[in-house]
């Protein structure tokens, strides 16, 4: 089976599983794992903050940098449908007692700064107090685009301009680092601070980490424990991260650059076939493919919206009869992500195989001898 239904699915390198099985371990809550310390001191080098904290995953990394700088009532100004506010649970209402200001975003997952400085609330009473501006890079929605260091440092500008901090849910901010062919420092400006996935493309069996300052960190570490999210003997896989966090041949980070040419050969062959609609290759900067699998636009009326899905729901099932797994997007899309572990002739099969399962719910020619 080719699992392309997220970067979430790989499987460590020999070299983690080598590093993990013998981790120097300790209590970390404590602060006496000699694997999370160290993990934790690569990650804040490598994002040029004080400090960082380990915790399970992306999404508890993202509702305590919530809770870390957000007073319950406080306003979050966010992208519209943004991962970390309609991907998570609604944890930052239901946990740390935030709301949210969503604004509308482009297609090249920025928005107009202008509708950012607008965002902000008076010092009204009847109204909540604006406490943390966030974006998302890569932002999901748009395809996996990656937000560049001008665009990031304008945003981190016009947050402390208000006297709010700026969050990044980096889930996926090497990609964009790699794709944008900069340090990955560069994409967290002073001040900020930002969560990023080890369980991602950078392979690891599990875990994210927060960055920031020594007293944010600290808040963090604070919030990790009310959650439930104090760890033990963690270095057992922390060890994996400290792998993945290198550069040169064992390391995770210089590779993402083939990820993203797997998605480039893909969506340039699945756009020239027949029955795949709302592609455009030139967009795939990462390692993200979005596409539609019908004949006409995403339908507005609802009896036009349930035929798309329906068609999905055939297309993705007959992919799955020949060993290839996609997933379901919003808005009647089909997403497929290369990781590691997915190699050149394994895209090459994948793409043979949706020719394949479009002919079989009969939006393409069916293949002669």
């Not at 009473?125 to 937000?147: D, F, R």
């Not at 260091?149 to 996926?172: K, M, N, S």
Request: hydrophobic letters at 45%; glycine letters at 10%.
């Amino acid at each position: 089976m080719i699992d392309l239904r997220s970067d979430t699915v790989t499987k460590p390198s020999p070299a983690m599983w080598a590093a993990m099985s013998r981790a120097e371990v300790g209590d970390d809550v404590f602060g006496e794992d000699e694997s999370v310390n160290a993990l934790e001191a690569r990650a804040a080098e490598l994002l040029g903050t004080e400090a960082a904290v380990l915790v399970a995953s992306g999404t508890m990394g993202n509702l305590i940098g919530i809770m870390a700088s957000v007073p319950r009532g406080g306003e979050i100004i966010a992208p519209a449908d943004v991962h970390m506010i309609s991907g998570e649970a609604a944890g930052h209402a239901v946990v740390a007692g935030a709301s949210v200001r969503g604004i509308p975003w482009h297609d090249d997952g920025t928005f107009d700064l202008v509708a950012l400085r607008d965002a902000f609330r008076s010092d009204d009473v009847h109204e909540p107090a604006t406490a943390l501006v966030t974006i998302e890079n890569t932002h999901s929605l748009s395809m996996g685009q990656p937000l560049t260091p001008a665009f990031t440092q304008a945003v981190a500008d016009i947050a402390a301009e208000r006297g709010v901090r700026l969050f990044i849910d980096g889930a996926r901010l090497f990609n964009a680092a790699v794709a944008l062919g900069v340090p990955a420092r560069d994409l967290v400006p002073p001040g900020a601070t930002a969560t990023f996935c080890l369980s991602k493309s950078l392979g690891c069996p599990v875990g994210s980490l927060i960055v920031g300052d020594a007293a944010f960190i600290h808040r963090a570490r604070r919030a990790r424990k009310l959650l439930g999210g104090g760890m033990r003997q963690a270095g057992v896989f922390a060890a994996a991260g400290v792998v993945a966090l290198q550069h040169g041949p064992d390391g995770m980070i210089d590779r993402l650059a083939d990820d993203h040419a797997h998605a480039r050969r893909l969506a340039d062959a699945l756009a020239s076939m027949p029955g795949i609609t709302r592609l455009d290759p030139s967009r795939v900067k990462t390692n993200f493919v979005l596409f539609g699998v019908d004949a006409r636009d995403w339908p507005a009326h609802s009896e036009g919206r349930e035929w798309v899905l329906r068609r999905r729901a055939e297309f993705l099932d007959a992919l799955a009869s020949r060993g290839v797994k996609m997933i379901e997007y919003p808005k009647g899309l089909i997403r497929a992500i290369p990781h590691y572990g997915v190699e050149s002739a394994d895209i090459e099969t994948v793409i043979d195989a949706v020719r394949e399962a479009l002919a079989d719910i009969g939006l393409a020619p069916a293949k002669t001898a």
